[in-house]
């Protein structure tokens, strides 16, 4: 967890410059619900009757998840929508600009479109108590805008029907091996994750190595589900960038998958939560923040979604190995991360077919 302890540092510094928010503190008097603490007002967001969540994460997921927060308060209709990170932002700009506040907590797993949204004063500050459980580079600056939800990682996935251990990749570099021509998968340039992929591989594995790996013509998709539906069924024998959190997924729904972990490392990057300024309903909001950043919450979402937890009380999704296990990759400079998106999305979308 070395790399990932890291990866707030540099955000502390470069990522708030010019902002002007005040320090906020948590509520002097928490309410204890049922396995977590609570600021906001329950009976007026039971009165609001709804809430409304922005993510990047499938739908079968998201409905888990929302019917989760549903049991604990079925006064509460909790609805969701769902994109990939890029789309999923361009829809919340373009309904901001247009005067439309019409979703109360967003998901994005792109930490440079989180920077840029805070910049923005799209966030409105709300300091949960179970915010105290998160590393500090976990969490915004000021603390309230934003905060780690889990982390996700990437590897390289395979379809055991198809492709024996032995001759599976084991590194990131045998995925130029000419057998993989046309057989290779990856996700779409809007994807946060394969952002991160692209930035922390290149300097790793050199300016040619993606050169070359276009070579292979790897097919992109959406959604990770598209991908590993495409792995179990042959269509596909590789995922390039694979999300490990499909991979438990999937092989626990009994699909024949393999995956690796490069001893390079694995890719890293956060799906990060925030409240939404002016949004319909404020106090679900809040009420729905601070049961999702509890152990409650966080076990609700690594049973629906097989996602790892930030905080160091809650077990990794049941199947799945620890994050201290793994060598993760996570930029150390999430400003720079940010600013290299249009360049990476510009040659990722030539690299899959996407634009010449």
Known sequence: MKTIAAIGVAACVLGWTGLAHAQAKVCDSPRQMQGFKTCANVEKAEAEG?????STDPEAGQQKLVAAFNAAFPKIKANY?????????????????AKSYLVDVIQLSDMGMILDFQRKNGFTQYVSPEMAAFKPEYKSKPEGYWTWGSVIMAGIAYNKKNTTEAEAP????DLLDPKWNDAINVKVSNSGLQHGVWYMLKPILGEDY???????????????????DRLTNGQDKIIMGAQYSGAVEFTAKGAPIGFVFPATGVPAVPETYGIVADGPH??????FMDWFLSPVGQKALADALALHSPREDVPPPPGAVALKE???LSPADWDAFEKDRPSFAK????????RR
């Open 326 to 328: 793994m060598k993760l």
């Open 50 to 54: 709804a809430f409304v969540l922005y």
């Open 282 to 287: 404020p106090n679900a909001a809040q009420l």
């Open 347 to 354: 040659e990722w979308d030539r690299i899959v077919g996407a």
């Open 210 to 228: 993606f050169k070359k790996f276009a070579t292979q013509k790897p097919r992109a998709f959406d959604s990770y589900v598209q991908q590993y």
């Open 81 to 97: 929508f769902r994109l990939q990170a890029g789309a999923l932002y361009a829809k919340v700009l373009s309904e901001r600009q």
């Open 170 to 173: 084991k590194k990131w570099e």
